[in-house]
């Protein structure tokens, strides 16, 4: 598979109603979306939007439904286990109506060395019950964007991944939150390649459109043409119209 632009619906067009976001993707040349929560609404609605604009859908969030204000996740949370267990079937239901190649599953606000072998539990315990084809990934989240998140480090995350050894839990990059935490987005993509099945996009430090920051966005571009062939999804605050920041769809295949 090629390189295959994404539009992030929770991020992109959010001026527009939910359902109206997916018209606008596919009218921007789009043909492949991910959605962070659709538990807001019926899987059948989200699942007609795609349809009727032939659109695939890349990658949805584990629970919790309730993210403005809610806690970022379970899966890492010693004592949550049954939460999570609960959240995840959930998960599979939306999973099952809109068949999304991917799962984010959050970890949580917690530290330290229970949380992280809760955390790998759980992930076990999720890859054994995912549909086949379906793959569950972490990201690491900055402290500035998630304060008390439990994933906030790639070492930490590449720790995680070995000790969970599934074939079915991968790595979410997002230059925002690599850059953030590691001074150099593109040094963190090269390092992690190997894991890394899923890429989002955002400048720092605002979370804006791809060139408005301090990413270099024509060394990750060229590090992905080098080596990547999965789905790049524009993650970040448009601060404008939508379609005035979408440059970086042709940027990353010249
Ligand atoms: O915040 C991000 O970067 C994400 O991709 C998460 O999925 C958070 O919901
Ligand atoms: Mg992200």
Redesign the pocket.
């Known amino acids: 598979m090629p390189i295959t632009p994404a539009a992030n619906l929770?991020l992109l067009w959010s001026e527009l109603p939910y359902l109206d976001r997916f018209d606008a993707a596919a009218q921007a040349g789009f043909g492949a979306v991910e959605v962070?929560?659709p538990y807001d609404v019926p899987a059948k609605e989200t699942q007609r939007a795609l349809l009727r604009n032939g659109l695939e859908l890349v990658l949805i969030?584990a629970p919790p439904p309730n993210?403005t204000g809610g806690a970022?996740g379970y899966a890492a949370i010693p004592g949550g286990e049954a939460r999570f267990a609960h959240d995840m079937r959930r998960v599979w239901r939306y999973v099952e109506a809109l068949r999304p190649k991917m799962v984010?599953v959050?970890a949580g606000e917690a530290e330290g060395p229970a949380a992280a072998a809760t955390f790998v539990e759980n992930l076990k315990h999720a890859a054994a019950e995912a549909p086949q084809g379906v793959t569950l990934m972490i990201?690491p989240?900055c402290p500035q964007?998630?304060p008390g998140y439990f994933l906030n480090d790639y070492a930490q995350a590449a720790d995680l991944l070995a000790a969970a050894d599934a074939p079915n839990v991968a790595l979410?990059f997002?230059s925002?939150?690599a850059q953030m935490i590691h001074g150099d987005a593109v040094a963190v993509f090269k390092k992690y390649r190997q894991s890394i099945r899923h890429v989002?996009l955002?400048d720092t430090p605002d979370r804006g459109a791809p060139g408005t920051g301090a990413v270099d966005f024509d060394a990750l571009f060229s590090a992905l043409r080098a080596g990547y062939d999965g789905f790049v999804s524009g993650?970040y605050h448009p601060g404008g119209a939508t379609e005035d920041t979408l440059g970086w769809v042709a940027a990353l295949g010249e």
């Open positions: 929770s962070l929560f969030n993210y970022p984010h959050m990201e989240l964007a998630k979410q997002d925002f939150h989002q955002g993650e």
